[in-house]
């Protein structure tokens, strides 16, 4: 059972970190060089579904992570696990606070309704993303280094 939870958590932060990463790397930069109508239509194709399935894996590494914690025979791991779990919460509290309240904004935007005043939300959403990004990154990697350790 333990190593069964082990490949599930590695799975889960690393899905995770992989994700965000790609999003930052290659999906946000080309969703800034769009006019702001295309941007609208293709934010919310992109996000059907990402925001159904997202919580579930952060959440349950979150539980993982600390369920290892618990369980843990020496300080070195469990400080490691208990990293990854905070780490790993890091990303659903940017999202859940920041990310989230973004996304649905411009879910309720129509194209045919941006005008000059429209509040341009790209730059803050990346800026969010990339917080989000590096505690996924950092939670992914003190897990697997939890899990190499114990």
């Keep these: 059972m333990v190593e069964t939870l082990s490949v599930l958590v590695l799975l889960g932060t690393g899905l995770v ?22 941007y609208v ?10 925001d159904r399935i997202m919580p579930f894996i952060v959440s ?6 600390a369920a290892f914690a618990v369980r843990a025979d020496h300080a070195g791991p469990r400080a ?3 990293a990854g ?18 996304n649905n904004r411009v879910k309720k935007t129509r194209p045919e309704d941006l005008g000059p005043g429209w509040a341009d939300p790209r730059r803050q959403w990346r800026d969010w993303h990339l917080l ?3 505690f996924a990154i950092a939670g992914c990697t003190l897990t697997a280094a939890a899990v190499v350790l114990s």
Excluded: E, W
């Design 132 to 134: 989000r990004t590096c």
């Design 85 to 102: 779990a905070l780490a790993m919460a890091g990303v659903a509290v940017v999202s859940q606070t920041r990310n989230v309240p973004i």
């Design 80 to 82: 490691l696990f208990i």
């Design 41 to 50: 239509d293709t934010h919310k194709l992109l996000g059907k579904r990402y």
């Design 60 to 65: 349950g590494s979150v539980i993982v992570d």
């Design 17 to 38: 970190a992989g994700v965000l990463f790609a999003v930052a790397i290659s999906v946000m930069p080309a969703l800034i060089a769009m006019t702001p109508d295309r």
